[in-house]
């Protein structure tokens, strides 16, 4: 059967994990209907990478995370960090002095 979607995107805090930081018997089955059409899992989080393996390895979960906001792309099978851009630090600073000018 060909899947509906290639692409299963989830976020951590509120999506994946509950309050408990586990994760529900229904969203599990619903993990598990979607790989079974062949879609993938991609977990993305503002956490950062370091904070992910903690969370992610219990659950069983193997694939890539994207965290940090988006700037991190992190292998969480490997336990690997594949990619992570940073911003230009003087960049930020003046766009901080910018908005405290404003503000």
Same mark, same amino acid.
Do not use: F, K, W
């Given at each position: 059967?060909?899947?509906? #979607? ?8 509120g999506t994946?994990? $509950? ?6 018997? $229904?969203? $599990? &089955? &619903?993990?598990?209907?979607a790989a079974?059409? =062949? ?10 990478a370091a ?8 659950? =069983? #979960? $193997?694939?890539?995370? !994207?965290? =940090?906001? =988006? ?6 099978? /490997? ?14 600073? /003046?766009?901080? &002095?910018? !908005?405290?000018?404003?503000?």
């Amino acid at each position: 059967m060909t899947p509906r #979607y290639s692409v299963v995107a989830t976020d951590l805090d509120g999506t994946l994990l $509950r309050g408990d930081l586990t994760v529900s018997p $229904r969203t $599990r &089955a &619903a993990l598990t209907r979607a790989a079974a059409r =062949g879609a993938r899992h991609l977990v993305v989080t503002g956490r950062p990478a370091a904070g992910c393996r903690s969370l992610l390895a219990p659950l =069983g #979960y $193997r694939g890539l995370a !994207i965290c =940090g906001q =988006g700037a991190q792309l992190y292998d969480v099978g /490997a336990d690997r960090l594949l990619s992570s851009a940073t911003l230009d630090r003087d960049v930020v600073r /003046a766009l901080v &002095a910018r !908005i405290a000018e404003a503000a």
